[in-house]
């Protein structure tokens, strides 16, 4: 149902824009004033919860990635809006990295070619705090450093947002899969190497455990495993063997070879109610999906 689904949105600056993102058909920027449109559907349609993500002009891009504290920032902008205007009829989520903003395109601080760790930390709380200061009912860390999930929980703790809750990517693999969202954010082209040094292996399962448990111990309230569909076994072992709330994210690269194969006639487009019960079958609590704005269509 509807009540599965958390739906990403992108945010672009600007007036009046809904403009189509070339690599994923039938997924839009939205300028705010724009907003009402997508937001307003899926409080409609009974969908529990949106996902903000900032499409970020370059020239607000430096190497330190500082765009991500400007409490004027996009995504800050989108949360205020959106809770000034419908409450808590919906769920906002935010996610918690410095990709969109940084102009080497990664998660992280980098220094000779590796993202920094504990330096990267430091800023995480920061935009964590901040993005909860703004009204964010959910944290979403998808940066994979090692023990941010404390250290945010910690201080979100410390400065009287208890009820902020932390959805934890605690199983994000180093994916192919990624690269219409990095053009969807802007950051196609300015990656340089690849996250390798930060996020996982996929070749490794075990590992996948390991986070998870690393994660809940820190005090994460739920978890992700992404990308989706080549990974639902790792949904699984993770569902059996913790009893948390884990979410799969059908990432933007399994949305455009689903949606260019139906553009093109190759498959029909009943691919799309299979993959997301697919997710349901391998245990998923709840399905990140670009498909979230369609489903009075899908699930008919
Ligand atoms: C970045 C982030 C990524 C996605 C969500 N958050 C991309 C990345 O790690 O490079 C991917 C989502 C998608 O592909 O749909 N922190």
Redesign the pocket.
């Known amino acids: 149902t509807c009540n599965d689904f958390i739906l990403p949105i992108f945010l672009i600056d600007g007036k009046n824009k809904k403009l189509p993102i070339n690599s994923m058909p039938g997924v839009y920027r939205y300028s705010l004033d724009k907003l009402g449109i997508v937001v307003e559907k899926a409080i409609k349609n009974g969908l529990p919860m949106i996902a903000l993500f900032p499409y970020t002009n370059k020239r607000k891009k430096n190497i330190l990635g500082t765009e991500a504290l400007n409490e004027d920032n996009l995504v800050c902008k989108a949360i205020q809006l959106i809770k000034k205007k419908y409450k808590n009829e919906i769920g906002i989520m935010c996610?918690v990295?410095l990709?969109p903003y940084t102009s080497h395109g990664h998660?992280g601080l980098l220094s000779s070619g590796y993202v920094l760790n504990d330096k990267t930390n430091e800023v995480l709380i920061k935009q964590s705090l901040l993005q909860a200061q703004m009204g964010c009912d959910v944290l979403a860390p998808?940066?994979m450093m090692d023990g941010r999930i404390g250290k945010i929980r910690k201080s979100l703790d410390k400065n009287g947002y208890q009820m902020t809750q932390i959805l934890s990517y605690a199983v994000?693999y180093a994916s192919s899969?990624?690269g219409?969202?990095?053009d969807a954010v802007g950051s196609k082209g300015l990656l340089k190497g690849n996250?390798k040094n930060y996020?996982m292996d996929f070749k490794n399962s075990d590992e996948a455990l390991r986070e998870v448990a690393l994660d809940i111990k820190e005090g994460a309230d739920m978890v992700m495993v992404k990308p989706g569909l080549p990974y639902l076994d790792i949904i699984k072992l993770v569902k059996e063997n913790f009893k948390i709330p884990v979410m799969a994210?059908q990432?933007?690269?399994e949305y455009s070879l689903l949606s260019n194969g139906i553009e093109k006639g190759l498959i029909d487009n009943n691919v799309i109610l299979e993959s997301l019960i697919s997710f349901k079958r391998s245990g998923a609590n709840a399905i990140v999906s670009y498909y979230a704005d369609r489903l009075d269509r899908i699930l008919t």
Do not use: L, M, T
């Open positions: 996610d990295a990709d998660d998808s940066d994000k899969f990624y219409p969202f990095r996250k996020q994210y990432v933007s690269g």
